[in-house]
């Protein structure tokens, strides 16, 4: 922090370099956003060649671009179960973490492993393993468990950085007051942490429903959204694809949105009841 | 119950999970890595045919140069621009909202589709894209510039737009943990922004540095869609001879890919580990 009051001159150099960072973060994007509405008669490219949401409807046609609704509600599912997963497991585990067990380490660094090890193996190597024992992959079955190697890391480093710094006392107290295992996980760790696990949550549902590589040896023969869209990248050269785009990165917006908005509604609450007690 | 029983019991879903999505798979391509194929299926075998082949082949080489080249030039740019924007939201924003709008800012395009936000780059950079018209319109270029898309440069700028935030958010993390003592230590004893910046910030803010680096080069490694996109199947990198591989449903050759890759993966992460304790910092 910078003792003085008055900016230093790097700080507008410095604004000015965030400004153009967050424009290249969200520029593509809203190119293709403005591009979806062309007319009819648009390409891939500017200039606008009319307005409409003429693309839009022919997501929605069947024949048109493949199975968009049928993959989209599949993408949906899928992530809602990952993300309740991910939730319980990632929680349960950081607990675990609290306490000395042999084996943390082993946990730990096969957990960072899992994060870390490329996609495309983890893929392969669950389509291979289902192929050889003889159980058909599904997206529901050999894909959620491939999801969860992606989430289960972030969600257990979440959990971690929140345990860190977490007051043991409220659980001594609860303990002394002769709660239970349960009711003290219930009643007291649950509820303070619940704003991380919302956010646990929130990272599992969108990185599932936006995991391609991780899914396409894995989903069997129903495609998910991401896989749809890798298709559709090679063979639609309409501005469908980024109606598409648009359309979904609408719906990832919305998850975080409403989580936040779920967040801040927590966090009046605990502010009301505080203040009522 | 005991503390270490529950602690157990507790562990175990997610030690289940591992075991049977991530270990046995991994063993699985290990064995398959060493199995024979025909056109149809594959054939339970011990032949080194696969590495045989993978190893002597020119195309594997040029593929690990490839993306030895896009993993490095990635990280390179990502550490800058990471860094610069992570040290002004640490040190140059002054309250704690500022800081938050300006992380989650940066933080949600991440948590949407990697596909969605590689084709964004098509209608800016193609032959007819916004780039190409506005360099005519001015009068810098006379004909489209053709190395926007479809190269080397498109691949590389995707791995930035998509990777960024991976060095971002662990070095604001650690840098959020410095002491701002210390800076002011610093600049009392007289040292310059400058100084302060190298001897004081990078230091501490090394494992930071660290973890992001692990990300962007493994992803980067790992990496077949972005290639494949970016460059319009021009250029080669190894997960999408990989993938390449698991079209044609040569999956031993694939397997054989795959445990290379691992390999290599797994060395570089060990000298990178040798720079932070992750677990100590988190």
């Known amino acids: ?277 | 119950m005991s503390n270490e029983r529950s602690a157990y019991l507790q562990a175990l879903p997610l030690f289940t999970i591992m075991v049977i999505f991530l270990v046995i798979p991994t063993i699985m391509i290990v064995i398959v890595s060493f199995w024979d194929y025909n056109a149809f299926s594959i054939i339970p075998d011990f032949i080194w045919d696969n590495y045989n082949f993978l190893l002597t082949s020119s195309v594997t080489w040029q593929a690990y140069a490839n993306t030895l080249f896009y993993a490095v030039t990635s990280w390179a740019i990502t550490l800058l621009i990471g860094f610069t924007a992570a040290y002004y939201m640490a040190f140059h924003l002054r309250t704690t909202k500022s800081q938050t709008i300006c992380f989650l800012l940066a933080t949600v395009p991440f948590l949407t589709s990697n596909i969605i936000r590689m084709i964004s780059w098509i209608p800016l950079l193609g032959r007819n894209g916004l780039v190409n018209q506005t360099l005519q319109t001015l009068g810098i270029t006379s004909h489209p510039l053709e190395f926007l898309l479809y190269s080397d440069f498109s691949v590389i700028l995707a791995f930035v737009h998509l990777y960024t935030l991976f060095m971002v958010v662990p070095i604001f993390n650690s840098m959020m943990r410095i002491d701002r003592k210390l800076v002011e230590a610093a600049i009392d004893a007289g040292a310059s922004p400058w100084q302060v910046i190298t001897q004081v910030i990078i230091p501490l803010s090394k494992s930071g540095i660290t973890i992001g680096t692990i990300f962007v080069f493994t992803l980067v490694m790992g990496d077949f869609i972005t290639v494949r996109l970016m460059s319009g199947g021009l250029s080669a990198s190894v997960g999408l001879l990989i993938y390449n591989e698991i079209s044609l449903l040569q999956y031993p050759a694939a397997a054989a890919g795959a445990v290379t890759l691992l390999g290599t993966v797994l060395i570089m992460l060990a000298i990178l580990f040798r720079f932070a304790n992750i677990r100590k910092d988190l």
């Open chain 1, 1 to 277: 922090m910078p003792i003085s009051t008055s900016r230093p001159k790097s700080f507008y150099f410095l604004t000015a370099f965030f400004a153009l960072f967050i424009l290249f973060l969200y520029g593509p994007t809203l190119t293709i956003g403005i591009l979806s509405f062309q007319g009819p008669s648009g390409g891939l490219t500017f200039p606008m060649n009319g307005w409409s949401l003429h693309w839009y409807f022919q997501l929605f046609e069947q024949q048109a671009v493949g199975d968009f609704g049928g993959s989209l509600t599949r993408s949906l599912l899928l992530a809602l179960a990952v993300m309740v997963v991910t939730v319980v497991i990632s929680l349960s585990a950081g607990m675990a973490f609290r306490k000395k067990f042999k084996g943390s380490g082993v946990l730990f660094y096969l957990t960072i492993v899992s994060l870390i090890i490329p996609s495309i193996l983890i893929s392969l190597g669950i389509g291979l393993l289902f192929n050889q024992v003889g159980i058909e992959p599904t997206w529901y079955g050999s894909a959620l468990g491939s999801h969860l190697t992606w989430t289960l890391p972030f969600g257990l480093l979440i959990m971690f950085a929140v345990f860190n710094r977490f007051d043991k006392s409220y659980e001594a107290a609860a303990r002394d007051m002769c709660a239970t295992p349960f009711q003290t996980l219930r009643y007291v760790v649950v509820p303070l942490i619940l704003p991380s696990l919302v956010g646990v949550g929130l990272f599992g549902f969108t990185l599932s429903y936006d995991e391609f590589a991780r899914t396409i040896m894995t989903a069997g023969s129903k495609n998910t959204l991401p896989l749809e869209i890798f298709g559709m990248t090679t063979n639609v050269t309409t501005p469908v694809l980024y109606a598409l785009g648009t359309l979904t990165t609408f719906i990832s917006f919305a998850a975080i949105v409403g989580t936040l908005a779920i967040l801040h509604l927590l966090k009046r609450h605990r502010a009301r009841t505080a203040m009522e007690k």
